[in-house]
């Protein structure tokens, strides 16, 4: 990199498409990714190289009454600055269904549990 171009900080929703044999599309895959490139331009071929490099097939191995799965990439869904220092990221990650019933008064607290590591 040079010093009068040190790049910045990008952030990417890259989109695969599901497709089933003898179904065609099922559902999506979506994914997040965060990294530094030194142009726009250069952050897309980046964006573009993830996408591909994660297509892939299922196979199911002979005898079994599974169809091909193929995950191929669709597309990049956008790809934002996001500066050359942020100090945080966000993710949206989407809304889903609740399963439980709280009541509209209840109030959460948050500080009562400390999150464990996901590993």
Not at 82 to 102: C, H, M, N
Request: aromatic residues 14%; contains cysteine; negative net charge.
């Amino acid at each position: 990199m040079s010093r009068a171009n040190p790049g910045q900080w990008f952030q990417v929703r890259l989109r695969w498409a599901v497709m089933e044999e003898g179904q065609g599309l099922t559902r999506w895959r979506e994914e997040e990714h965060i990294f530094f490139s030194e142009s726009r331009e250069m952050a897309f071929q980046e964006a573009l190289r993830i996408g591909y490099a994660e297509e892939c097939s299922l196979i199911p191995r002979d005898g079994d009454d599974m169809p091909v799965v193929d995950f191929r990439f669709a597309e990049v869904v956008y790809l934002e600055e996001q500066g050359t220092a942020p100090t945080a990221f966000k993710v949206y990650l989407g809304e889903k269904k609740a399963t439980e019933r709280i009541d509209f008064y209840h109030v959460f607290d948050p500080e009562v549990q400390v999150p464990q590591s996901i590993f």
